[in-house]
């Protein structure tokens, strides 16, 4: 063999074993192998050593494919917030005022898919804060001397297809899946603006959400349905709360740039038991006419929302949502009513890309209008019976980099005996800060 040929041999066997080895780990295992046949060819490694080294090229790729099938991302957010107070009937009886509060929060959380086949993937993510449903925000300060924080498992679920990634071959985009676990809340609609009038965003639901979507000519539709267990006793009581959900929406192009959505929901909370109502008590609802005496609550829910995109720095998106309790019954508490209705208007304009986005929205929910354990917990501090005005900024500075403010101010409905009176009851004006970033 020249000398040539013998470089060649030499460069061949150097990414070799860079390719096994080290960083050159992207080599693909076709080229390798063919590398592996020319060096036997060549006389200059053995069928042994040929096998050995196939073998070795094998199992490397089977790593690496396991590892295509691994996805990881996440998001982190800092929080500066402020609460200014400015009564509270129970705290003036008393002669005292609440104060001013501020603190400092973050939330992080980490998110890994894994693609077990083409029907099953499975999805968890690692959240910070504490066992509060409706919270991931961790408080700065919250323990003493520096302890450590809590990390908590905040999703946990399979989603299954009949078919190769959930397409419908009969369906124009057609998806149908099947979540089993502890599942992302699939009522939320991104599309909405804010949709934040009967579920807190932080929510994830445990049992099994059923999710379609596809297109009919100019028509996008989606379906949701969703059984799911709000608290499982066991033996220590026969009933089991538990939450039955179904959804069915779409949007259409109306006129260039002009797109109008809607979408409708039903709720049915079942096998309610005492201390499902003593918490729903502890959020402003009026347990004596919250729901049936059979103890099961119906709320049906609908949204819709128009967005005008004719120019490309000032979107506008006008939404809307209304909520009513079809069980609710007249309270027998003194003035109370059935207090069944709960409602959201809003409008965002801008992008917040190109330019700045900005938002205004109007929030009630009354007494009864929904469980309180599931409402929005910023909004309306998660309870019942208030109001809030709203306002918001949002700017992105980088890629993947958020700048948002907003600002909330809440107060009680109604007042007397029968409704939450105390710290939740108080005219509250909050006001948020975010840095949002993307990983």
């Given at each position: 063999m020249n000398r040539a040929g013998i470089a060649w041999i030499g460069v061949l066997t150097a990414f070799l074993g860079l390719a096994l080895g080290g960083p050159a780990q992207a080599v693909d295992d076709e080229t390798m192998q063919e590398v592996l046949q020319i060096l036997r060819d060549e006389g200059l490694i053995d069928e042994e050593r040929h096998?050995?080294?196939?073998?070795?090229?094998?199992?490397?790729?089977?790593?690496?494919?396991?590892?295509?099938?691994?996805?990881?991302?996440?998001?982190?957010?800092g929080r500066y917030e402020n609460f200014f107070f400015d009564r509270d009937p129970v705290a003036e009886a008393a002669g005292e005022r609440l104060p001013n509060r501020h603190r400092v929060r973050y939330r992080l959380r980490l998110n890994l898919s894994g693609v077990v086949n083409d029907y099953a993937t499975v999805f968890l993510r690692l959240a910070s804060g504490s066992d509060d449903a409706r919270s991931t925000n961790q408080t700065l300060g919250r323990g003493v001397d520096f302890d450590s924080d809590d990390i908590r498992l905040d999703l946990a679920y399979v989603t299954l297809t009949a078919t190769p990634g959930g397409e419908l071959c009969c369906?124009?985009?057609?998806?149908?899946?099947?979540?089993?676990?502890?599942?992302?809340?699939?009522?939320?609609?991104?599309?909405?603006?804010?949709?934040?009038?009967?579920?807190?965003?932080?929510?994830?639901?445990?049992?099994?959400?059923?999710?379609?979507?596809?297109?009919?000519?100019?028509?996008?539709?989606?379906?949701?349905?969703?059984?799911?267990?709000?608290?499982?006793?066991?033996?220590?009581?026969?009933?089991?709360?538990?939450?039955?959900?179904?959804?069915?929406g779409g949007d259409v192009e109306l006129f260039e740039n002009v797109t109008f959505g809607a979408r409708g929901s039903i709720y049915h909370y079942a096998s309610l038991d005492d201390d499902f109502f003593t918490r729903a008590a502890g959020g402003g609802n009026l347990v004596d006419g919250l729901a049936r005496r059979n103890g099961s609550i119906q709320v049906i829910e609908s949204s819709a929302f128009l967005e005008l995109a004719h120019h490309e720095?000032?979107?506008?998106?006008?939404?809307?949502?209304?909520?009513?309790?079809?069980?609710?019954?007249?309270?027998?508490?003194?003035?109370?009513?059935?207090?069944?209705?709960?409602?959201?208007?809003?409008?965002?304009?801008?992008?917040?890309?190109?330019?700045?986005?900005?938002?205004?929205?109007?929030?009630?929910?009354?007494?009864?209008?929904?469980?309180?354990?599931?409402?929005?917990?910023?909004?309306?501090?998660?309870?019942t019976n208030r109001d809030a005005y709203v306002w918001m900024l949002q700017r992105q500075l980088l890629s993947n980099l958020e700048l948002a403010y907003k600002v909330l101010l809440s107060d009680k409905l109604r007042g007397g005996a029968a409704y939450v009176d105390s710290i939740a009851g108080a005219d509250r004006l909050r006001m948020q800060l975010d840095l949002k970033l993307k990983f």
């Amino acid at each position: 063999m020249n000398r040539a040929g013998i470089a060649w041999i030499g460069v061949l066997t150097a990414f070799l074993g860079l390719a096994l080895g080290g960083p050159a780990q992207a080599v693909d295992d076709e080229t390798m192998q063919e590398v592996l046949q020319i060096l036997r060819d060549e006389g200059l490694i053995d069928e042994e050593r040929h096998s050995e080294l196939a073998t070795k090229v094998e199992k490397r790729g089977d790593k690496l494919a396991w590892l295509e099938r691994i996805s990881i991302w996440g998001d982190f957010r800092g929080r500066y917030e402020n609460f200014f107070f400015d009564r509270d009937p129970v705290a003036e009886a008393a002669g005292e005022r609440l104060p001013n509060r501020h603190r400092v929060r973050y939330r992080l959380r980490l998110n890994l898919s894994g693609v077990v086949n083409d029907y099953a993937t499975v999805f968890l993510r690692l959240a910070s804060g504490s066992d509060d449903a409706r919270s991931t925000n961790q408080t700065l300060g919250r323990g003493v001397d520096f302890d450590s924080d809590d990390i908590r498992l905040d999703l946990a679920y399979v989603t299954l297809t009949a078919t190769p990634g959930g397409e419908l071959c009969c369906v124009e985009d057609g998806y149908l899946g099947l979540d089993l676990g502890k599942v992302k809340n699939p009522f939320v609609w991104k599309d909405l603006g804010m949709d934040a009038l009967v579920w807190d965003g932080d929510i994830t639901p445990e049992g099994g959400s059923l999710r379609f979507r596809g297109r009919a000519g100019p028509v996008n539709l989606f379906a949701n349905g969703g059984f799911y267990l709000i608290d499982e006793n066991g033996a220590d009581s026969a009933k089991d709360p538990q939450l039955l959900g179904g959804q069915l929406g779409g949007d259409v192009e109306l006129f260039e740039n002009v797109t109008f959505g809607a979408r409708g929901s039903i709720y049915h909370y079942a096998s309610l038991d005492d201390d499902f109502f003593t918490r729903a008590a502890g959020g402003g609802n009026l347990v004596d006419g919250l729901a049936r005496r059979n103890g099961s609550i119906q709320v049906i829910e609908s949204s819709a929302f128009l967005e005008l995109a004719h120019h490309e720095l000032f979107p506008i998106l006008i939404f809307g949502s209304y909520a009513h309790n079809l069980s609710a019954r007249t309270s027998l508490a003194s003035g109370a009513g059935r207090n069944d209705d709960a409602y959201a208007l809003g409008i965002f304009v801008g992008d917040k890309k190109k330019l700045v986005k900005v938002g205004f929205a109007y929030v009630a929910v009354q007494a009864n209008a929904l469980p309180s354990m599931f409402i929005d917990s910023d909004l309306t501090d998660g309870v019942t019976n208030r109001d809030a005005y709203v306002w918001m900024l949002q700017r992105q500075l980088l890629s993947n980099l958020e700048l948002a403010y907003k600002v909330l101010l809440s107060d009680k409905l109604r007042g007397g005996a029968a409704y939450v009176d105390s710290i939740a009851g108080a005219d509250r004006l909050r006001m948020q800060l975010d840095l949002k970033l993307k990983f």
